[in-house]
């Protein structure tokens, strides 16, 4: 809650700002992308839908799709430190 008071204490111009990025045009095509990407999504997420993580998928070269059991938006910062783990263990390993 701390989050969205802050997200808005300036009023809701940003937030507005960001919102409208997800929808435009991002100036490339995600297809285009080469490197691996790894997407983390709760499945229960209220804030953005599973689906357009689904979009994402689709529409990339090299991607997983990290569906988190029960799990809504903000789960990355209940399990903090598992996720960062995670993407050690993914990314970081030797």
Same mark, same amino acid.
């Given at each position: 809650? %701390?989050?969205?008071?802050?997200?808005?204490?300036? *009023?809701?111009? $940003?937030?507005?700002?960001?919102?409208?990025?997800? #929808?435009?045009?991002? $100036?490339?095509?995600?297809?285009?992308?080469?490197?691996?990407? +790894?997407?983390? &999504? $709760?499945? @229960?997420?209220?804030?953005?839908?599973?689906?357009? @993580? +689904? #979009?994402?998928?689709? %529409?990339?070269?090299?991607?997983?799709?990290?569906?988190? +059991?029960?799990? $809504?938006?903000?789960?990355?910062?209940?399990? *903090?430190? &598992?996720?960062?783990?995670?993407?050690?263990?993914?990314?970081?390993?030797?």
């Amino acid at each position: 809650m %701390r989050d969205f008071q802050e997200l808005f204490r300036q *009023g809701s111009l $940003g937030p507005a700002y960001d919102a409208q990025t997800v #929808y435009k045009s991002w $100036g490339f095509d995600l297809s285009n992308i080469q490197v691996h990407i +790894e997407i983390f &999504q $709760g499945n @229960s997420d209220l804030f953005v839908p599973p689906e357009f @993580s +689904e #979009y994402l998928k689709n %529409r990339l070269r090299d991607v997983k799709l990290n569906l988190i +059991e029960d799990q $809504g938006h903000f789960y990355h910062l209940a399990y *903090g430190y &598992q996720t960062l783990k995670t993407i050690k263990e993914l990314f970081y390993t030797k």
